[in-house]
């Protein structure tokens, strides 16, 4: 039961704690006293570390560990025509903690063209080897709820119909993009399906004027048509996060809400599940995943904290899961990135690739 192709049944969200040279230099460009060509040669040395880091790790898979970013989402959108990023009245609110300030807004039509990441991804496969190179980018679903309508241009787009179509065209070119870059294991960050599972989340939408039932239909349809023609041999997998900040998070609730709607009908070859506590509820929503190539990646090692996680209780949850779901259609990972944003979750490197070796150790044991 073990699987030659993404993904794998030990794999990773993404992103990883910024090494102590990517902090540094960061600082110096952002004091003027490291130039760009500068910056990017030491991300360089440190992503083909965290490459090899990985790889020693076991893992089949890598990434870039994001390092070039400083967040999850925002750097991707800033590189899309028709973007434009804003010193926000306020940071994104976590349990107990703000992000920095900052948001994008739409001014003009939704386009991807020369975007920065393809380079990017160039570099992580240049030296990825006989490892399969992962890209994350952030879902489009994320572009249009974290804002919604006040953050979108009426004069550019006086009706959503448009936008929404855009959107999947967008991502769909991205895709295709990606693709022609050499990607063939592409995932997409989104954190708007699980605050559709959170009660608080979804009293913020209806206060704002819209339908949260209506919203899952609507980005279940972005999704699909963004997937349209993609290639047999690419692997476009959907990553569900609660929010990931410092450790902290956002929305709770479990998967029943939008089961019915995320598994049973967005054509991704993968679900990334957050499922390190009981935050995220059981394993019965993953009863909709129809019987056949789709994956669900049980994310049940937590990298919220360094303590490491029993094998015998994972092992136990991925017999709980199979209930559900066949074993075959079962992969393992950490619940999220270990660093969403540049600053990092609360655990230390040492830390975070114990559990990276446990993922792997696990895995072998249970396939």
């Not at 240049?126 to 919604?148: C, E, N, Q, Y």
């Not at 339908?211 to 476009?236: C, F, R, S, W």
């Not at 993968?270 to 190539?293: M, T, W």
Request: hydrophobic letters at 40%.
């Amino acid at each position: 039961m073990q699987r030659d192709h993404a993904p794998f049944r030990a794999d990773i969200a993404g992103s990883f704690l910024r090494p102590e040279s990517i902090k540094q230099a960061r600082a110096q460009f952002s004091a003027g006293t490291l130039d760009a060509e500068a910056l990017r040669q030491a991300e360089d040395a440190a992503i083909l570390e965290v490459v090899q880091k990985q790889q020693a790790a076991g893992l089949q898979v890598v990434t870039d560990g994001e390092f070039r970013r400083a967040w999850w989402h925002f750097d991707f959108f800033e590189g899309l025509e028709g973007v434009e990023a804003f010193e926000a009245d306020q940071g994104i609110q976590f349990n107990g903690v703000e992000t920095k300030a900052r948001g994008v807004r739409v001014t003009g039509k939704l386009g991807f063209k020369q975007h920065p990441m393809l380079e990017d991804f160039r570099y992580l496969q240049s030296i990825a080897g006989d490892s399969v190179a992962k890209m994350t980018i952030p879902s489009p679903s994320v572009l249009h709820f974290r804002g919604g309508r006040r953050y979108i241009d009426e004069q550019v787009y006086p009706d959503l119909t448009e936008y929404f179509d855009d959107l999947a065209t967008t991502w769909r070119d991205a895709i295709r993009a990606f693709y022609d870059a050499g990607c063939r294991y592409l995932q997409l960050d989104d954190t708007v399906w699980a605050y559709l599972c959170s009660e608080e989340q979804k009293a913020q939408v209806r206060a704002r004027g819209e339908d949260p039932e209506l919203l899952a239909a609507t980005y279940a349809g972005v999704l699909n048509k963004a997937l349209i023609g993609k290639p047999y041999d690419l692997t476009v997998a959907l990553h569900i996060c609660r929010g990931n900040f410092r450790s902290t998070w956002i929305s709770e609730g479990g998967y029943e809400p939008v089961a019915e709607v995320l598994f049973g009908q967005v054509n991704v070859d993968a679900f990334f599940l957050e499922y390190d506590n009981q935050r995220s509820g059981g394993f019965e929503p993953l009863r909709f995943i129809k019987p056949g190539h789709q994956q669900a990646v049980l994310g049940l090692i937590t990298t919220k904290n360094g303590t490491p996680e029993d094998p015998r209780q994972v092992k136990a949850r991925i017999a709980e899961a199979a209930r559900y779901l066949s074993l075959d259609q079962i992969c393992l990972s950490p619940q999220c990135g270990f660093a969403s944003t540049e600053e990092g979750n609360t655990l230390t490197e040492d830390e975070q690739w114990q559990k990276v070796r446990s993922v792997v150790k696990i895995a072998g044991e249970v396939w």
